[in-house]
């Protein structure tokens, strides 16, 4: 099975470099709709046979062009949504963002305790993503496809992407941004596992993951 991990498109809160994790959250910008549409060109040809996305209202803008191109329902999974920011919601200031990314570096390292003041931990995290992928992939296995597009959120795909695709470095991961409607192409299942065999269109070589950084890339507005 292919599994398209798509971000959603920009949005005001990413323009204002906000920690918004909230539901049903913020649309899209102009920019945003322009992203959501130009998916019907990058990912339209791409045999696409079923689309989720999370419940925010963002996932669901940007994934609904490709799906009516496609003559698609979206299907809606609230276990997609973004990494919750608890009590450091709508901040923008460097001390709430590293806090925040402190946490999700904390899970890709396998300490799935550690959690924001006022959200869940890693161990609620990766269940509910992990269901609602499943959740996912069955839905596109009874629509009897074996490509699936899945819209969800920048921390969210990362951290979940590092933890359980395979040929994809943690380190690579954690210091790779992932642009609004960047896509992230694992290949697999459930069982087997998932293999990364691109991010963002370019494929993952070893020399990349050794020379990247150990940080979150980008500036706060480019991840959530």
Do not use: K
């Not at 949005?11 to 959501?36: F, I, K, M, W, Y």
């Amino acid at each position: 099975m292919r599994l398209l991990l798509v971000r959603h498109g920009q949005t005001p809160s990413n323009v204002r470099h906000l920690l918004d994790t909230g539901v049903p959250g913020p649309g899209l910008t102009e920019l945003g709709e322009e992203q959501a549409r130009s998916l019907v060109d990058t990912l339209g040809p791409e045999g696409i046979g079923a689309v989720t996305a999370s419940s925010q209202l963002r996932a669901r803008l940007t994934a609904a062009p490709l799906a009516a191109h496609l003559g698609l329902d979206v299907a809606v999974d609230a276990g997609l949504r973004e990494i919750e920011a608890g009590e450091l919601e709508m901040r923008g200031d460097e001390e709430a963002v590293a806090r925040y990314f402190a946490v999700v570096t904390a899970w890709v390292g396998g300490d799935l305790d550690a959690a924001l003041p006022g959200a869940p931990d890693g161990n609620a995290f990766f269940a509910r993503y992990d269901a609602a992928i499943a959740a996912a992939a069955a839905r596109a296995r009874d629509a009897g496809t074996a490509t699936l597009a899945v819209v969800s959120h920048g921390a969210a795909i990362r951290a979940w992407a590092a933890v359980r695709a395979r040929g994809l470095p943690p380190r690579f991961v954690l210091s790779t941004g992932l642009l609004n409607t960047g896509v992230v192409d694992l290949r697999g299942d459930g069982d087997g596992g998932w293999t990364c065999e691109t991010w963002m269109g370019a494929a993952v070589e070893p020399a990349q993951a050794d020379a990247a950084g150990a940080g979150p890339a980008g500036e706060p507005g480019s991840v959530f």
